[in-house]
């Protein structure tokens, strides 16, 4: 069929068509009418900013523990989890007895219909819109205030939990690093008693400056003994007198290389490198749980503050208000798409019975 054909099929057959059109319009209107009239009322809130860093991060740097440590930036999938979460639904339902709203026998039900009147969308600014569905237009927009409020509430008891067992897991390493670093100062302080070091290095170089002189002293004394000994016999007294000074003068200098080291003034010089390495460790050590210790201890109050605080953990930009319209039903897109749709379905269905009509006359 070309155009004229299919445009005298339809002028032949407007009656039909204009019937079809009236019936199909009262029809959409009638049911436009009937259908309930739901409203939408909005919260648009914005999340807390996070803090970039953490208290004592950079005290950490030397640890290699800040990048590990740096929180990441969640709050928008924490806020939507809590929002599609049972509990609050649960809360939202009993709240409003939406089982008896919703004429529904189970929780699960009503559940799943209460989330399919809740829209959430993140927007370009990056603020959360809250939109909730409902038949009653001040009850959406306590609704929807409601649900923030509780989202606001459980998300601080969340944060009061997780701040709690933070800080006792951060005490308990607070105390155990004060216990640790007690016991090896203590060890340190042992250390030092025993191989009598005041400060190393002074004790070291003085030692060292000392035997060196009587080392030379010492040698000194060897070579006047060895002329008198040439020169006079074994028993004269200047002779005893230089031995018993030579003698004198090998203890004060073994002494330096003795336990005793000079009564413990000067560490034993035969031991000064391995002293020197072990009283470095316990410096490094002691540094390391120093540097430990100043970071555990702003944490340990941070998390304390973030237990105890009860301030709102959102901001609301738009609360919810009554809404003036109605969201749905659009009773001016149903009409026109039933009836132009009804219509042109008709259409179709006259211009291929005339088609039909017309094979089956060929055919005879």
Do not use: C
Not at 218 to 246: C, F, G, T
């Amino acid at each position: 069929m070309n155009i004229i054909e299919i445009w005298n099929t339809l002028w032949k057959k407007r009656k039909v068509l204009i019937i079809n059109f009236v019936i199909l319009a009262i029809l959409s209107i009638t049911i436009s009418l009937i259908l309930p009239v739901w409203y939408k009322a909005t919260v648009v809130v914005l999340p807390p900013k996070s803090d970039s860093s953490l208290p004592g991060i950079g005290v950490l740097g030397d640890l290699a523990l800040g990048g590990i440590l740096t929180p990441g930036n969640e709050n928008q999938n924490r806020f939507l989890a809590i929002l599609n979460s049972r509990r609050l639904l649960t809360d939202v339902i009993r709240e409003y007895d939406l089982m008896s709203v919703y004429d529904k026998e189970l929780i699960v039900e009503t559940i799943k219909e209460l989330k399919g009147n809740i829209d959430v969308e993140i927007g370009e600014e990056l603020q959360i819109n809250i939109s909730v569905l409902d038949k009653d237009p001040e009850r959406v927009a306590d609704m929807a205030n409601y649900i923030v409020k509780r989202m606001d509430e459980i998300n601080i008891e969340l944060s009061t939990k997780r701040a709690r067992e933070n800080r006792i897991f951060m005490e308990e390493r607070l105390l155990f690093m004060l216990d640790s670093l007690s016991t090896l100062e203590n060890n340190l302080k042992r250390f030092m008693e025993e191989n009598g070091i005041i400060s190393f290095e002074d004790q070291i170089a003085v030692g060292v400056s000392t035997a060196g002189e009587i080392k030379l002293m010492l040698m000194q004394q060897e070579s006047e003994l060895n002329v008198a000994s040439k020169m006079m016999d074994p028993d004269n007294p200047r002779v005893v007198q230089l031995k018993m000074e030579l003698q004198e003068l090998k203890s004060h200098y073994d002494n330096f290389f003795s336990e005793r080291g000079m009564e413990k003034l000067i560490p034993n010089l035969s031991n000064a490198p391995e002293l020197g390495i072990e009283l470095e460790k316990y410096k490094r050590q002691i540094e390391y749980f120093t540097k430990v210790l100043t970071y555990l201890g702003p944490q340990v109050e941070q998390y304390r503050a973030e237990e105890l605080k009860e301030i709102p953990s959102i901001e609301i930009l738009d609360h919810a208000v009554v809404p003036e319209k109605k969201s749905k039903p659009k009773r001016s897109i149903i009409v026109i798409v039933t009836t132009f749709l009804g219509t042109a379905l008709a259409a179709f269905y006259l211009l291929a019975s005339e088609k039909i009509k017309r094979m089956n006359i060929s055919k005879y």
